[in-house]
């Protein structure tokens, strides 16, 4: 079935606030068999609004609109559903003592436009909201039906877990069910190329691919009648693409190669540790971004001088003279020193120029060198960051670190 | 002027991405004078975009699309726009040149579906993205305009300063010019209240308080005939507000605290290194992300275990047993060790429990000690991060990164 999400407020439509709530919204849908067709930000703007909601009525058939039920002058989206449904608004008793309970709890005096929150169009039932005074408002119109939430993001959520996800299970009559393959290193043409047969052939399940930040995501979708039975449509199909793509592909639904890179240190009781120098801290903060890392990252050290380099890590100066701080052998000297200091199973190195400065014909912005010690010996790899796209040092330093944790995780 | 944006993707009309293009694009739009009244967000869905076209042909001067440029199968908005312009579609050869160079450089094959990113509507001009493939498209139709632009953020960005905005500089009347001016420690309410004479007087300079991630933001903005006239009503107001507030302010257009101190301390030729816990790597990576870090970043180390915390840093093991490792002694001893092996004038040092495990009673998630080493000693400073918010484990590294940076300004 089809639905689309209204996001109402000024401060969304200017741009000062990015709005996070359609997203939440569309992902917490698909649950209950709805796929989202159109979201729509307007400013507090009686016309627009009204115009908008006009326009969802007519092509979807549930609406969801987020925001404006506030207390204040510019909070119109009641206003706006009552003029468009021609259903006065009437003051909801029960809506009033929640509100009134609200100030009471508190102590603090209650002025008098709060009581704009408890007003309600015709026949519209209140959704409580447990994280706010303004409830939310299910309303049905011949076949369609429209759900007003609260814009505050945890105000939306929770009014939504409590009152509107389980009306909406009790509604369902099938699930879609998604899942996201990951890859690295492969152009989103090139893994559309060898899968168009997959992608043109089917609707159910269906493959669509994203490029973002270096890689390619392949979400797959899938709807049936119960979730079992969309995975069920979903399986043989994530495995015939990711033994196609073997060497690119790194995880089903970890969002994140730093992700990745944590589950398999995890399952495989290693630890490691990081020796930076153009990554500059990128790779400590990856691996502690993850909650519980401490079990297997026991710490790094961000070289930013040579001297800091041959102290810390041992880099010994004749290398540096001769090959230079960006250079294999500066690599596998960081790493090896890197495993020895902190005492891990494994530790990494990258050297490189991050830029916009420091690039030379021979050594250009975006060249880095990673190392990788091990019990086995120490390898190491050159990479070159962005050949064409812009060159920015943020850029340059994801990808190194991206490059570093593929490397990691495919030599485990 | 009116203008309206259309962002294009399945992955943002499901959700699975957060629409951050729009917001962005808004925000950019104001300095040229231009409003947003709507943002739409349709998937990758012929009939549902041409309907958002042809309306927003119907009710907008400017529409800016992002989105669906590229190679696949599923990137329809130029075909999209084409039908609804009855433009049909040709190839430009400065774009087929621009991807063939794009494959040349990298000595890669080019699959034949690239070709498709050179297609351009007809009397459509191109607008060179420096950052990727697929380049944007200027297209002007009666009295409207419509403006293509590329979906990953950082090309949508990057086409859009090198190729839009010096198009719109030149079309625009008038100049509005914005300055932004940062404060950290006060809270949006308590600068609000504190200027509401300044904000409600006036309408130009106007005054606009954001709050964003601890911190707020003051944008004072003016309108005039030059940007000389602009900035003669802005300065005597900033001069104004920086001196009420100056425990609390750290600078003006300088984006983030990481820029303010690396001013700082370039400014003052000091060098500083970095001891980290519980921010694990993030103030290494916030000094080395700004260009030319090297002159005054020695380096980090990120001692994620107690062992690395007593070899690298001479943390006592005393102070580790009897304070624990969350303590004042422990992150000046930190500060002080890594002050010493890195040879630097200052060393700060953080230490905490960043969460969202490890928390107790007596020290809850988000406690952190800040220490800085100096030649005149150290100091350090407890810090509570998050205590009402919602303390996700990256908001409170935020925090305490943001508390350690805020700390050394002011102690410089």
């Known amino acids: 079935m089809l639905a689309e999400i209204i996001a109402v407020g000024s401060e969304l439509a200017n741009g000062a606030v990015i709005n996070t709530n359609s997203a939440w919204l569309a992902r917490a849908l698909q649950k209950y068999g709805l796929a989202v067709t159109h979201h729509t930000i307007v400013g507090d703007h009686t016309a627009y609004l009204r115009s908008t909601i006009k326009q969802a009525q007519a092509r979807s058939q549930w609406i ?188 089903k639904d970890v969002g994140h190669l730093k992700n990745a890179l944590a589950a398999a240190l995890s399952d495989r009781e290693l630890t490691i540790a990081a020796a930076e120098s153009c990554t500059g801290g990128l790779i400590s903060k990856w691996l502690t971004d993850i909650p519980g890392s401490s079990k297997y990252y026991l710490g790094g050290i961000c070289t930013y001088s040579e001297t800091a380099k041959q102290h810390f890590l041992h880099v010994s100066p004749k290398t540096l003279a001769t090959e230079s701080a960006v250079s294999a052998d500066t690599a596998a000297q960081m790493a090896i020193g890197a495993r020895r200091e902190f005492q891990t199973d494994i530790a990494v190195a990258t050297t490189g120029i991050a830029g916009p400065g420091g690039g030379s014909a021979k050594k250009p912005v975006g060249l880095a060198y990673i190392g990788l010690a091990t019990a086995d010996g120490v390898k190491t790899w050159r990479f070159q960051a962005g050949s064409l796209q812009c060159k920015s040092r943020d850029a340059v330093r994801e990808a190194v670190a991206k490059e570093a944790f593929f490397r990691i995780l495919k030599s485990l």
């Not at 390619?216 to 995975?231: D, F, H, I, K, N």
Request: aromatic fraction near 6%; hydrophobic fraction near 35%.
């Open 64 to 251: 969801f609109i987020t925001g404006g039920l506030g207390p204040t002058y510019d909070d119109i989206t009641k206003e706006c559903v009552a003029a468009e449904l021609n259903r006065p608004l009437h003051l909801s008793p029960s809506a009033m003592d929640h509100v009134e309970d609200f100030f009471r709890n508190r102590q603090k005096p209650m002025t008098a436009n709060n009581r704009k929150q408890a007003l309600v169009p015709q026949g519209g039932e209140v959704l409580e909201n447990p994280a706010g005074l303004a409830p939310g408002i299910w309303l049905e119109e011949g076949t369609k039906t429209i759900i007003l939430l609260p814009g505050p993001p945890h105000e939306m959520k929770a009014t939504f877990e409590t009152s509107v996800a389980p009306r909406l299970a009790s509604l369902r009559q099938s699930v879609i069910c998604t899942h996201s393959l990951h890859f690295y290193g492969i152009g989103e043409a090139e893994l559309d190329n060898t899968l168009s047969d997959l992608m043109a052939s089917s609707e159910n399940p269906k493959v669509a691919p994203y490029a973002k930040g270096g890689e390619v995501e392949l979400r797959l979708t899938a709807q049936g009648e119960s979730p079992a039975a969309a995975e069920k449509l979903l399986a043989p199909l994530t495995l015939s693409i990711a033994e196609r793509f073997q060497d690119n592909y790194y995880g």
